[in-house]
T-cell receptor
């Protein structure tokens, strides 16, 4: 089984709808991240969480919100989806503690979101 | 100017060729991450480097902290190496957060 899973893998929705993307991990990592990827723009950080009680905005948080329900779960919500939020969304985790590379990130398979 | 620049942006090679992808960065870093993204979209961690050189199979990654430069080499390239290769850095003041390069699209022809 994959260490970092995302649901759904694909989603098509309409403008104005509320959407939730979910991320779960079995790696026991404290840190979790949400990114979006657009052609030609690379990966950009939306939100990140260093533990259950810690939520931080990334470089493109407007229009998004997150919830860290447990160490293993980190959800991304689009309260009112708009077409320019059409993108590939990735969740990632890192240990953030005493390992050889505490900041090495492990990515989920991605969610392809289309907003019509 | 982006903090992390990769070159080339696109690279085409014939099977068996030696391939080099470069990454230059303009900020102080604590580590550098090489990632691979296959056409299906999934992203895989290849290397995490703080200094020197690492090797895994046909992949070799090097970093020169003083010159703020890293290279990813692929020896004896194969069509299955076709993917996007992404360099990302962890800055000294952005603990745990990655700053990504734009990626290098590699196509290896049989």
């Amino acid at each position: 089984d994959a260490d970092v899973t995302q649901t759904p893998r694909n989603r098509i929705t309409k403008t104005g709808k509320r959407i939730m993307l979910e991320c779960s991990q079995t790696k026991g990592h404290d840190r979790m991240y949400w990114y979006r990827q657009d052609p030609g723009l690379g990966l950009r950080l939306i939100y990140y969480s260093f533990d259950v009680k810690d939520i931080n905005k990334g470089e493109i948080s407007d229009g998004y919100s997150v919830s860290r329900q447990a160490q293993a779960k980190f959800s991304l919500s689009l309260e009112s989806a708009i077409p320019n939020q059409t993108a590939l969304y990735f969740c990632a985790t890192s240990a953030g503690s005493s390992t050889i590379h505490p900041n090495e990130q492990f990515f989920g398979p991605g969610t392809r979101l289309t907003v019509l | 100017k982006n903090e992390v620049e990769q070159s080339p942006q696109n690279l085409t090679a014939q099977e068996g060729e030696f391939i080099t992808i470069n990454c230059s960065y303009s900020v102080g870093i604590s580590a550098l991450h090489w990632l691979q993204q296959h056409p299906g979209g999934g992203i895989v961690s290849l290397f995490m480097l703080s200094s020197g050189k690492k090797k895994h199979g046909r992949l070799i990654a090097t970093i020169n902290i003083q010159e703020k430069h890293s290279s990813l080499h692929i020896t004896a390239s194969h069509p299955r190496d076709s993917a996007v290769y992404i360099c990302a850095v962890i800055g000294g003041t952005s603990y745990g957060k990655l700053t990504f390069g734009q990626g290098t699209i590699l196509t290896v022809h049989p």
